[in-house]
């Protein structure tokens, strides 16, 4: 019998048909909705007469450009301040509400950034397809799910035929082994991986990421690694299924209960790569090498230990290698062979799809609490991923913990991730975060990104500049 | 979706990698909720030297005059050339909106990110993917000849230069087909409606708690 890999047992499953080119119209479990991607979708789906295939399946939630200010918020959408995001935030309930589809509206409990919501509501289970018009969709593979991003007239598509039209992708795993040292975090891990096979590492594969470190992490530490496959150049990321796994989902809203739950159980189980199966590329890391990683440029593959410096021009090994670290290092307003830590930062972000879950709230008031803001520190914005965290954290006292330190506790949504409400970052300021992209002007037109965990983003507020978190926490 | 069999035209430089979906239609043009009118802010950051929002008119904005698109011998061009790794990024489907709607039809590049180049199957944009070398000829050719242009075939799969040179590229059957047919893609799928219910009742057998929990 042929040994399949994960990523081929969940296409298998879900293959409707398979055309003689190569494409294959897969069905599709679960589909994300949120305000940006979606209003040209049903407009689509409007103007051709069509009706969603199937409304069990679907799930939505504004996030990306709703208000993180407590006043601002807590007037719905009538009182969102920026028209055109009132407008599509509107549009999503308008169209949510024709077509009967399940929203949680934007203070509603249960709202969030989609890629928060989804798992910890249940919406999403192992062993499911997962779409959504947002590229960061792969978090979901953190439960063995084939989750991925969607264009908007797939979307359409997907609201239409409950199937998608494509490709099965090659199979890549990333082992990462080993024990993992003190204050290095999964986003260290992920930053370490991209960093090592680059940003178009994973053209064109879905990964498997696999190895004790894997196996070791929660699941919200897997959310955060799989979160940023993209930034690794795949669609895909996703870890088998384990006990972890199951008692995640166990209880969750949308995850059935008893008898049902035990059956799903025993499907759940199978979802690992069988022992020989083959994959197309295998890529190996010894968690022992990870230090904590900043993102000093302009991509996330330009990255570095903390400890570290920014590269020198003239190591670099070709011509355009140079031009390309000229062009980041201008924009950044970095100097060549700079140390990290003498980065100042201006501004901090702690939140978005791939940093802002329970733990990481939990990671960043260990550092805060007690301590102080830097005064050269202008905002420090902490934004829980949903109303749940938001929840939680308050009820653990952590909305305590980051006020009292001098830190914003705000509403959930993407915020400062993207920009593309209110919280922004102004020209030519730093900016220590959480989030998954540091390109040019992605966190507000000249703004300059260092990602990082919540932990070293938390201590960089305090330090008021790029700094070791390990020597916050006894370690070095 | 209109077809796309050929196409003659103007070509238009855009000589750096990596390009992503951000420089190509910046985040703040994704809050509209129509499919259209996106082109007078393709490349906004690029193409203009104050800052863009949606709403604002584009016609009496500070032009930023080193940015090649923007120089007279390149108005009115059709065909995007691009360099490796052209659209990665987000996911947003308004940089492909962005471009068709500047008037690109085509953009030729070594590569393009996954997203991205479904995209513009999807808009009736045609990337074509030509190798380095290739890609280095055209922009050579480019920069030494004023109103440079193009012949793309889809049919036989080839780009030809003036001079005669042809360059063939690779592509899926049924995305060209797609392409030539200007085919909507969602009543092609729906063809196999019964196939797909078939599927779901056999999967809602073996899977039920994957049906009817979100209500
Ligand atoms: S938090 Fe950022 S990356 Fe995640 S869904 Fe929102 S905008 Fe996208």
Redesign the pocket.
Known sequence: MTEHTLYDKLWNTHLVKENNDGSSLLYIDRHVL?EVTSPQAFEGLRLAGRLPWRLDTNIATP??NISTDKAERDGGIAAMVDEVSRIQVQTLDDNCDLYGIKEFKINEMGQG???VMGPELGVTMPGMTVVCG???TATHGALACLAHGIGTSEVEHVLATQCLVTKKMKNMRVSVNGTLGAGVTPKDVVLAIIGKIGTAGGNEHAIEFAGSVFREMSIEGRMTVC?MAIEAGARVGMVAVDDKTINYCRGRQFVPQGEMFDQAVSYWKTLVSDANAVFDIEVELAAESIAPQVTWGTSPEMVAAVTSFVPTLDEQPSEEKRKGLERALEYMGLESGQAIESIAVDRVFI????N?RIEDMRAAALIAKGRQVAGSVKQVLVVP?SQMVKAQAEAEGLDRIFIDAGMDWREP???M??A?NADKLGSGEHCAST???NFEGRQGSGGRTHLMSPAMAAAAAIAGHITDVRTFIGVN | MKAFTEHRGLVGPMDRANVDTDMIIPKQFLKSIKRSGFGPNLFDELRYLDEGQPGKDCSNRPVNHNFPLNQDRYKGASVLLARKNFGCG?SREHAPWALEDYGFNVVIAPSYADIFYNNCFKNGLLPVVLTEEQVDILFNELAAQEGYQLSIDLPSQTVTTDSGQIFSFELDEFRKECLLNGLDEIGLTLQDADRIKHYEAERAAQHPWVFGVIK
């Open positions: 949120h996030d990306h950034i989609v890629h947002d590229s960061h979160n939140g978005s799809c791939t802002s991923g949504g993407c915020s991730c993207l593309m989030s998954n992209r | 987000s």
